[in-house]
């Protein structure tokens, strides 16, 4: 199992992180933290690196259902989704695979309530 869900865009990575945050905000999730990588790596370390945002995206009915499943699971949320400009000049956008990051917790609910979030997930994906 793969422990994320990818599909390749062309064009601007701009243009691309406002087709995801629609597509996310499509299937109700929201983004409640935004890292530019390629900023925080220049400022920190004075690394070059390509441009690279981490959206942290969340889904507060979801969300909240898997908390009253198992109230550790916060330390697994938000749901990442990668937005990055590859070598070839195309972006790639990837998100977590939930039921590959909660399948570390034996809960069979937890893992019924993951799926739920990986089809909404890959449908934001797909809809790019």
Known sequence: MSYYYSKILDGPIEAALERVRSALGTEGFGIINE???SKTL????GADFRPYRILGACNPAL???ALQIEDKVGTMLPCNVIVQQLPSGEIEVAAINPVAS????D?????????QVKIKLEAAIDRL
């Open 35 to 37: 890292i530019d990588m």
């Open 102 to 105: 909660m399948s570390a917790i």
């Open 63 to 65: 969300a909240y259902e």
């Open 107 to 115: 809960n069979e609910e937890l893992k019924k309530a993951a799926n």
């Open 42 to 45: 220049k400022q920190k370390i």
